[in-house]
């Protein structure tokens, strides 16, 4: 069973930087992707950034140019470094995965969540 785990989360001033880092435990035939999505109170949660396992990167338009994904070649580990951040990136951040199975089933996995809160 894959489960994430997230660290990394922060409070921090407009402007300044946070670097999560999510680490994958158990074992997937395929991972089709892993990435970051962020949920902000009384909203919906939003993709921020994913990267595919062939190494594609798929940015938000609110993440281009302030915030960049990568892991490591096993893919055991995604990073997401934040900069220039702002009060309206305050949110949880969830590390996700695409997988697939042996038998072609696909599955979603979340991690637990961690916050990141930029003050004004």
């Known amino acids: 069973q894959v489960q994430l785990a997230e660290s990394g989360g922060n409070l921090v001033q407009a402007g300044g930087s946070v670097r999560l880092s999510c680490e994958r435990s158990?074992?997937?035939?395929?991972?089709?992707?892993m990435g970051w999505y962020r949920q902000a109170l009384g909203k919906q949660r939003e993709l921020v950034a994913l990267?595919?396992?062939?190494?594609?990167?798929n940015y938000a338009d609110f993440a281009k140019g302030r915030f960049t994904i990568s892991r490591d070649n096993n893919q055991k580990t995604v990073t997401l470094q934040m900069t220039s951040l702002k009060p309206e990136d305050t949110a949880v951040y969830y590390c996700?995965?695409?997988?697939?199975?042996?038998?072609?089933?696909?599955?979603?996995?979340w991690g637990q969540g961690t916050q990141v809160t930029v003050s004004s």
């Open positions: 996700y995965l695409d997988g697939s199975w042996f038998s072609g089933q696909r599955y979603d996995y």
């Open positions: 158990g074992s997937i035939f395929r991972i089709n992707a």
């Open positions: 990267i595919s396992g062939g190494g594609n990167t």
